[in-house]
């Protein structure tokens, strides 16, 4: 389990000049298949590691996305930097189990509950010690972060309703990152194909970026990788 905190490692990697890339750990993706076996996961987040990532986020929904608690839970075990855990979380329960399980931070999708539950469940997470990550995909949810004054949000490129179907792009970065919370720091999330789909959500105000299938379907996920982490430089 790391002994950093999700956001303080991300900020840490900025700090030495590179764009602090999450890789998000997902078996399968609803839109282009399965992209690895779960048995594969703890030995790809330790290469992921020496790749120079300061953070990963794991994937527990099991239906479309082949995902598990005990997966997030081998994954922290194995690997030194921190762990956001993706998942549609809903209850206060999810959040204790996720911190059980060795996660630094929770992902808390605002179009998947109602306002006054994700604001519970934010201050909650607050309480326990596990980082909120807040996601947001349009204006109102935006609007709603701030008044929650996060500091770590993200904006999901792709309509997460939509199990990544929809062919979203870094468009929706574009539109809404100088909305974001004052303070906030700025993970753009998913549609980011290339690196010079991430210079462009960080030439907008992405302070990071979370890239998950684009990684697994490169001919060397490792070496792709560091391309993104060392685009900006």
């Known amino acids: 389990m790391s002994p950093i905190g999700f956001k303080e490692s991300l900020k840490k990697k900025a700090e030495e000049g590179f764009l602090p890339v999450v890789a998000d750990f997902k078996c399968v993706s609803p839109g282009e298949g399965r992209l690895f076996e779960q048995e594969e996961a703890p030995v790809l987040a330790e290469k992921m590691v020496q790749a120079g990532a300061p953070a990963i986020s794991v994937v527990t929904e099991e239906k479309e996305f082949g995902g598990s608690l005990s997966l997030l839970e081998k994954i922290t075990d194995r690997i030194s930097i921190p762990v956001l855990r993706k998942d549609f979380v809903k209850s206060k329960e999810d959040i204790s189990v996720t911190k059980k399980c060795g996660a630094k931070a929770i992902l808390l999708i605002c179009a998947c509950m109602e306002k006054e ?73 998913s549609g980011i194909l290339t690196p010079e789909d991430a210079e462009r959500a960080v030439q907008h105000g992405a302070d990071a970026i979370l890239v998950g299938t684009a990684i697994w379907k490169a001919d060397n996920p490792f070496a792709f990788y560091r391309r993104m982490m060392t685009c900006i430089q």
């Open 117 to 189: 539950t994700l604001r519970m469940l934010y201050d909650y997470s607050l309480e326990i010690g596990i980082e909120p990550f807040v996601e947001t995909h349009n204006l109102e949810e935006m609007e709603f972060a701030k008044k929650l004054n996060v500091e770590l949000v993200g904006i999901n490129n792709r309509d997460i309703l939509l199990l990544e179907k929809d062919g979203g792009t870094v468009n929706t970065t574009v539109g809404l990152a100088d909305k974001r919370p004052k303070g906030a720091f700025l993970i753009s999330e």
